[in-house]
C-alpha cells in the first residue's frame, strides 16, 4: 500500500517568501503524480501533474520536481501571495491508476 | 476546461434517511469516476472507483451496501449514502478522468458535507 508523507504539516511566511512543500512516497512504482490545492471547505484544484519519466513540471510561480527512484516529490512557489494561502496535497498515482493521498501542508502567507 | 460538478454541496438530514449525491464531468466524458471521503484535518481516502456501465470496485473496509455507486453514463456518477448514521457525517469528493489508462489528470468536484442529525 502507497504512504505518502508531507513535510511540514504546516508553514507560515511573509509574502513574498519562496515555499518549499516536500512530499514522500514508499513504492517508487508510480504512474504519475499529482500535486493539488484544497481551500477550507472545498473540492481539490489541480496545480501540476508530472509524468513519471519527467524530473520536472512548471505552471507559472509553481515548479514540481519529481525524483521517482527515490520517492520524492518538491513543490516550490516562489514569490508567495496571500492568495497562496491554501493547503497542498501531493497524490502519486500508482500503477493500478488510483491516486494515494498525504495529509497536506497547510500554508498561511502573512500579508 | 475538465469541469466536475458535485450537488449537493452541504445537506443535513435525520438518522435513516437515505441521500443521494451526484458527481457530473460537464465537458468531457469520464470513463472512469472516483469517491473519495475526507474526514476534519485528515486527507482524502478512495472509497471506490466506477467506471461506466459497469459495477464499482469499493476499497478494502468500505460497505458497498452502504455506499450505494451507480455510474450510468459518461457524464454522470451517483453515490448513495442508505440509511445514514451520525457516523456517517463527512465529507464526500467526487472526482473524474477521461480515461482509466490515460495520462490525463483527474478532476475533482468542489465536494459534499453530510451531516446526519
Known amino acids: 500500500k502507497q504512504e505518502v508523507t508531507q513535510i511540514p504539516a504546516a508553514l507560515s511566511v511573509p509574502e513574498g517568501e519562496n515555499l518549499v512543500l516536500n512530499c514522500s512516497f514508499t513504492?517508487?512504482?508510480?504512474?504519475?503524480l499529482q500535486w493539488f490545492r484544497q481551500d477550507p471547505g472545498k473540492g481539490l484544484t489541480s496545480l501540476l501533474l508530472i509524468q513519471s519519466s519527467q524530473r520536472e513540471q512548471t505552471s507559472g510561480r509553481l515548479n514540481a520536481s519529481l525524483d521517482k527512484s527515490s520517492g520524492r516529490s518538491t513543490l516550490y512557489i516562489a514569490a508567495s501571495q496571500p492568495g497562496d494561502s491554501a493547503t497542498y496535497l501531493c497524490a502519486p498515482r500508482s500503477n493500478d491508476y488510483k491516486l494515494s493521498f498525504g495529509a497536506g501542508t497547510t500554508v498561511t502567507v502573512r500579508a | 476546461g475538465a469541469v466536475v460538478s458535485q450537488h449537493p454541496s452541504w445537506v443535513i438530514c435525520k438518522s435513516g434517511t437515505s441521500v443521494k449525491i451526484e458527481c457530473r464531468s460537464l465537458?468531457?466524458?469520464?470513463?472512469?469516476m472516483f469517491w473519495y471521503r475526507q474526514f476534519p484535518k485528515q486527507s482524502l481516502m478512495l472509497m471506490a472507483t466506477s467506471n461506466e456501465g459497469s459495477k464499482a470496485t469499493y476499497e478494502q473496509g468500505v460497505e458497498k451496501d452502504k455506499f450505494l455507486i451507480n455510474h450510468a453514463s459518461l457524464t454522470l456518477s451517483t453515490l448513495t449514502v442508505t440509511s445514514a448514521h451520525p457516523e456517517d457525517s463527512s465529507f464526500y469528493i467526487c472526482s473524474a478522468s477521461s480515461g482509466v489508462g490515460s495520462n490525463q489528470p483527474q478532476h475533482f468536484g468542489d465536494g459534499t458535507r453530510l451531516s446526519i442529525l
Open positions: 513504492d517508487s512504482a508510480i504512474y504519475n
Open positions: 465537458d468531457f466524458q469520464a470513463t472512469t
